[in-house]
């Protein structure tokens, strides 16, 4: 499995933990990540808010058959995925043009407009605009504030970063549900509720919004993006403030090398495959990114690897993680929780299972591996699911005689809340390598999978792909679960009981386990006949060699050299 090539970046990476200071949530505190926090709580209280604004009577009185109407209802809550679905699709361009910091504040801007549209709105036009118009902002935060953070924190600390992020994630939700829980009784829960009631919980989503997009603006340009842009002292200068330390120490010259390794690296392979569209010019780019794209299908090995990604987010969608989420308030109601307080009061308790069971998910997922958190978690929701639709299937007619068996379904969505937590767990430290090249975007388990199969110079074309499939199925599972409630019924959860289990079963059987696997090892898992990622990691060593990272003596000879450039 490619013992007759080196590590390339071995030196590198082992001088660099030699010289590196504290790592994992100490290493994290000390960089003061307060941003990166804010967008992940500002992406979960936005998932989870509009759940319980739709069980508002207010609201309800306000949008008419907007919200009566099961067709109407699902548009409402998932055209804020289809925008989502958009922004994401936007953001690649945007990033590398705009540079990841300006497209955050651009996606901050985009995301509060939405937002004052839909807490002003008098009509279900404005909220169907004003969702979308968030959306946009959803997806390119989605992909543009991970990339940044991959790009900017100390490798030492990114594995716990992603952690924070999808703790963070939890905790938004969570603190939602309580929100609308305690806003749900302003004027009362009846016919009298004032209409602040759902205004003010839309309204509070501006708040991590706007301390994220003030607190980018304090923060420095990524130095990968820098380096793209040839502005290399600049990258040298971010690299030093990061890691206090100055610009011509071991540790910050190890880290800017390996950046300019990767930009070297995608540089030389677009201009091994495609010489012909090195101009610059945007009709050269547009086709270069094209055929980046067909080489994702025309490649039989490089195909199945998109039917991994692409599958593992169909999958985790139709298991009804979202579909919870969204609709909470609606379903514990269905399961004969009557009054809104009670349901909302029941959904609340959802985003706090949800929260701790995240907490040892984090911890853990790392050391068990991601087909066992993944498969576990699929067929624990799965199991929930069918012995809802047992139990809603025999007394859905008479709840009111049969309060307990309402209550223990209540309770089986609240494990169904453990088995999302499994299924969308954090990382721990062994994601460093997988950050370093790309984002993670929200870093739940899933995520980890599908950037890691993919050899270096098609990853960020990849990613994008199963992004885009997660997205578009999240909308349509959002669009389609208030009707399949009204005619379904009990039949909803079957349906997401069987994509559960059919999850489970597509990871176990046919996914394979990617975990510490190198990029030779991954072409042998999917059978790779072009030895794609190992000819990658044979130009990513000659790269490492020619910049010296190969070994400390050649190391100290590039730095003398590039202080003797300066003092000419």
């Given at each position: 499995?490619?013992?007759?090539?080196?590590?390339?970046?071995?030196?590198?990476?082992?001088?660099?933990?030699?010289?590196?200071?504290?790592?994992?949530?100490?290493?994290?505190?000390?960089?003061?990540?307060?941003?990166?926090?804010?967008?992940?709580?500002?992406?979960?209280?936005?998932?989870?808010?509009?759940?319980?604004?739709?069980?508002?009577?207010?609201?309800?009185?306000?949008?008419?058959?907007?919200?009566?109407?099961?067709?109407?209802?699902?548009?409402?809550?998932?055209?804020?995925?289809?925008?989502?679905?958009?922004?994401?699709?936007?953001?690649?361009?945007?990033?590398?043009?705009?540079?990841?910091?300006?497209?955050?504040?651009?996606?901050?801007?985009?995301?509060?407009?939405?937002?004052?549209?839909?807490?002003?709105?008098?009509?279900?036009?404005?909220?169907?605009?004003?969702?979308?118009?968030?959306?946009?902002?959803?997806?390119?935060?989605?992909?543009?504030?991970?990339?940044?953070?991959?790009?900017?924190?100390?490798?030492?600390?990114?594995?716990?970063?992603?952690?924070?992020?999808?703790?963070?994630?939890?905790?938004?939700?969570?603190?939602?549900?309580?929100?609308?829980?305690?806003?749900?009784?302003?004027?009362?829960?009846?016919?009298?509720?004032?209409?602040?009631?759902?205004?003010?919980?839309?309204?509070?989503?501006?708040?991590?919004?706007?301390?994220?997009?003030?607190?980018?603006?304090?923060?420095?340009?990524?130095?990968?993006?820098?380096?793209?842009?040839?502005?290399?002292?600049?990258?040298?200068?971010?690299?030093?403030?990061?890691?206090?330390?100055?610009?011509?120490?071991?540790?910050?010259?190890?880290?800017?090398?390996?950046?300019?390794?990767?930009?070297?690296?995608?540089?030389?392979?677009?201009?091994?495959?495609?010489?012909?569209?090195?101009?610059?010019?945007?009709?050269?780019?547009?086709?270069?990114?094209?055929?980046?794209?067909?080489?994702?299908?025309?490649?039989?090995?490089?195909?199945?690897?998109?039917?991994?990604?692409?599958?593992?987010?169909?999958?985790?969608?139709?298991?009804?993680?979202?579909?919870?989420?969204?609709?909470?308030?609606?379903?514990?109601?269905?399961?004969?929780?009557?009054?809104?307080?009670?349901?909302?009061?029941?959904?609340?308790?959802?985003?706090?299972?949800?929260?701790?069971?995240?907490?040892?998910?984090?911890?853990?997922?790392?050391?068990?591996?991601?087909?066992?958190?993944?498969?576990?978690?699929?067929?624990?929701?799965?199991?929930?699911?069918?012995?809802?639709?047992?139990?809603?299937?025999?007394?859905?007619?008479?709840?009111?005689?049969?309060?307990?068996?309402?209550?223990?379904?209540?309770?089986?969505?609240?494990?169904?809340?453990?088995?999302?937590?499994?299924?969308?767990?954090?990382?721990?430290?062994?994601?460093?390598?997988?950050?370093?090249?790309?984002?993670?975007?929200?870093?739940?388990?899933?995520?980890?999978?599908?950037?890691?199969?993919?050899?270096?110079?098609?990853?960020?074309?990849g990613l994008s792909i199963a992004a885009?499939?997660?997205?578009?199925?999240?909308?349509?599972?959002g669009q389609v679960t208030p009707t399949?409630?009204?005619?379904?019924?009990?039949?909803?959860?079957?349906?997401?009981?069987?994509?559960?289990?059919?999850?489970?079963?597509?990871?176990?059987?046919?996914?394979?386990?990617?975990?510490?696997?190198?990029?030779?090892?991954?072409?042998?898992?999917?059978?790779?006949?072009?030895?794609?990622?190992?000819?990658?990691?044979?130009?990513?060593?000659?790269?490492?060699?020619?910049?010296?990272?190969?070994?400390?003596?050649?190391?100290?000879?590039?730095?003398?050299?590039?202080?003797?450039?300066?003092?000419?």
């Amino acid at each position: 499995m490619g013992g007759g090539h080196v590590d390339s970046s071995n030196f590198a990476a082992s001088r660099r933990k030699a010289l590196t200071g504290q790592s994992g949530w100490a290493g994290l505190v000390h960089n003061r990540r307060v941003f990166a926090t804010a967008r992940a709580i500002c992406a979960g209280y936005n998932q989870g808010v509009f759940s319980g604004v739709l069980a508002m009577t207010s609201f309800d009185n306000r949008m008419g058959d907007a919200v009566a109407d099961p067709s109407k209802k699902g548009w409402l809550t998932a055209i804020l995925e289809l925008g989502a679905w958009a922004g994401v699709l936007m953001t690649g361009y945007l990033a590398d043009k705009l540079s990841r910091k300006y497209t955050i504040v651009l996606a901050v801007i985009v995301f509060c407009i939405g937002v004052i549209v839909q807490t002003s709105a008098f009509a279900p036009s404005s909220i169907f605009g004003g969702r979308f118009i968030t959306g946009l902002g959803v997806g390119s935060l989605s992909m543009a504030v991970p990339l940044y953070n991959a790009e900017i924190a100390p490798p030492e600390v990114r594995g716990s970063l992603v952690a924070l992020q999808q703790l963070a994630i939890t905790f938004g939700i969570m603190v939602s549900f309580w929100i609308d829980f305690g806003t749900n009784y302003i004027g009362g829960t009846g016919s009298g509720q004032h209409e602040a009631a759902w205004r003010i919980p839309l309204a509070l989503q501006l708040v991590p919004a706007l301390i994220l997009g003030v607190g980018i603006l304090f923060m420095p340009f990524s130095p990968r993006w820098l380096v793209n842009q040839g502005r290399d002292d600049e990258a040298l200068t971010v690299l030093s403030n990061a890691r206090r330390l100055p610009p011509d120490s071991d540790l910050v010259q190890i880290e800017f090398l390996e950046i300019r390794a990767q930009y070297l690296f995608e540089k030389e392979t677009s201009e091994i495959k495609f010489p012909q569209y090195q101009d610059g010019s945007f009709s050269s780019n547009f086709k270069l990114g094209l055929y980046d794209y067909f080489s994702l299908i025309t490649d039989r090995t490089l195909l199945y690897r998109v039917a991994v990604g692409t599958l593992t987010m169909f999958f985790q969608q139709w298991t009804g993680i979202n579909a919870i989420l969204y609709y909470a308030p609606s379903i514990f109601q269905s399961l004969g929780l009557t009054g809104n307080a009670l349901s909302l009061l029941a959904t609340g308790v959802v985003g706090i299972v949800l929260f701790l069971a995240t907490i040892p998910a984090v911890l853990y997922v790392d050391k068990l591996g991601r087909k066992p958190v993944l498969v576990s978690g699929a067929f624990l929701m799965a199991a929930c699911h069918i012995i809802i639709a047992i139990l809603t299937g025999l007394f859905e007619d008479s709840w009111g005689s049969h309060v307990a068996a309402g209550w223990v379904a209540c309770v089986f969505v609240w494990i169904f809340a453990i088995g999302k937590a499994l299924a969308t767990a954090g990382v721990g430290d062994s994601s460093t390598r997988i950050l370093y090249h790309f984002s993670l975007l929200q870093g739940p388990c899933a995520w980890i999978l599908v950037a890691e199969i993919w050899p270096l110079s098609v990853r960020g074309k990849g990613l994008s792909i199963a992004a885009s499939s997660n997205w578009m199925n999240n909308f349509i599972v959002g669009q389609v679960t208030p009707t399949m409630l009204t005619h379904l019924r009990f039949g909803t959860f079957v349906f997401f009981g069987v994509f559960s289990f059919l999850g489970g079963v597509f990871i176990l059987f046919f996914v394979p386990e990617t975990k510490g696997l190198t990029l030779e090892e991954m072409d042998e898992v999917f059978g790779a006949s072009q030895n794609l990622a190992v000819a990658d990691q044979e130009r990513q060593e000659a790269i490492f060699g020619r910049l010296g990272l190969l070994n400390e003596t050649k190391l100290h000879d590039v730095k003398s050299d590039e202080e003797s450039g300066k003092h000419e």
